[in-house]
């Protein structure tokens, strides 16, 4: 009776549907709870940040909404289908990388954007973000892992020639983010310690070539600028000087939301998109900080449980590196914002005002519910 009653009861019955409902529009209740508790976050920021403009706080909702559609669309996506059009994908990419040096748009001194008529003007090098990854984890995914050195080798190259690409835009931060999403896959396909460390010290050894052949003067600047931001503190040293002063000027708990001297009064540059985290850590202080870095451990967190999850070569690869690009994102931006980094123009997930980059983001967290949702039973 007791027996009857316990696989009768309505909690149970009510668990299960629920977990029908999320498995049969394929999202991941936890993952997605967590990145709307960051998003609106977020928000909360930027009505700070961008000085009180709700303006612009309804752009960024609005780019939110079409991020989750995106997200959406993805995760009903089998990975069978990232993984069957991950060459053509990679194949258009390259195409508009060219394109982008050839006929491309230019702001800043940078020359970085597609303008197609009848389409909004883009960045090829942010749909490569999600591209590199799958087409490396398409490629070794194809061979027996651990990888031979060959395999290795194309591995490595399939990541170098669209990071040798958007360095030329030039775009040194999402080259890296390129880069580094690749190679992650790469590195968990199962290189061994003495591939690793040749790698490594490959690296160390053409640091003096990138720095006398590759990289542009203010690319330099910015990291002789890091070394001594007081050596130009009215120049090049301003941002990090005013970050690291808005940031320390936060203490435990903040000077309390829209108090913060630094970016109300102008100090802080760009204290709505790459410099967000400083008016963060200005009105709410350590405690602020430590809440939103616990957000995204959590999200980070959930996303490693899936990859390790996942029940194939391709999408336990693909997962990996989408999450530790994510927290390469979150690294970086906090590094460069409080005077440990090079400022390379990475802005912080979710958090920063712009367009594109949470797409991206997005698309990639749609990736990781498809491989989670569409999981196969397998029977004994």
């Known amino acids: ?40 976050a977020g928000l909360f920021v930027l009505y700070s940040g961008a000085d009180r403009n ?34 053509w994908l990679y194949a258009v990419g390259m195409v508009g990388l060219v394109a982008v040096l050839l006929v491309g748009v230019g702001a800043k001194g940078a020359q970085r954007w597609l303008a197609i008529p009848g389409l909004p003007r883009f960045q090829p090098s942010e749909f490569m973000k999600l591209v590199v990854p799958m087409m490396a984890a398409w490629y070794l995914s194809r061979h027996f892992l651990p990888p031979r050195l060959s395999h290795v080798a194309v591995g490595l190259f399939i990541v170098l020639m669209p990071m040798a690409l958007i360095v030329q835009q030039p775009d040194l931060g999402t080259s890296l983010l390129v880069g580094m999403a690749g190679i992650f896959v790469v590195f968990f396909a199962g290189m ?96 602020g900080m430590l809440l939103l870095m616990t957000l995204y451990f959590l999200i980070i967190l959930r996303c490693l449980y899936i990859a390790v999850t996942a029940q194939d070569s391709f999408s336990r690869l693909l997962a990996g590196a989408l999450t530790m690009t994510f927290f390469i994102y979150v690294f970086v931006n906090v590094g460069m914002v409080s005077g440990l980094l090079p400022v390379v123009g990475v802005p912080l997930p979710l958090v920063s005002y712009g367009g594109t980059s949470g797409v991206t983001l997005m698309a990639a967290f749609g990736v990781l519910m498809s491989i989670h949702t569409h999981r196969r039973m397998i029977s004994a």
Not at 201 to 215: I, K, Q, R, Y
Not at 233 to 260: E, F, H, M, Y
């Open 1 to 40: 009776m007791a027996l009857g009653s316990l696989l009768n009861n309505p909690a149970d019955h009510n668990l299960g549907r629920s977990r029908g409902f999320w498995s049969a529009i394929h999202l991941d209740p936890l993952l997605l709870l967590l990145l709307l508790l960051l998003m609106g």
């Open 54 to 87: 709700i303006e612009v706080v309804k752009a960024q909702g609005i780019r939110f909404g079409v991020a989750l559609v995106v997200m959406f669309v993805f995760a009903q996506l089998d990975p069978a289908v990232f993984r069957r059009w991950a060459p």
């Open 192 to 287: 061994s310690w003495k591939l690793i460390s040749a790698f490594f010290a490959l690296v160390s050894v053409s640091a003096p070539m990138m720095w006398f052949f590759v990289m542009r003067d203010y690319q330099k600047q910015r990291v002789l600028t890091l070394l001594d931001p007081q050596s130009d503190p009215l120049g090049a040293g301003w941002n990090i000087i005013q970050s690291k002063t808005a940031i320390g000027s936060g203490g435990v708990d903040g000077k309390g939301w829209l108090q913060g001297t630094q970016s109300h009064l102008e100090f802080l540059p760009e204290s709505h998109t790459d410099f967000i985290v400083a008016v963060l850590a200005e009105e709410f202080g350590f405690i």
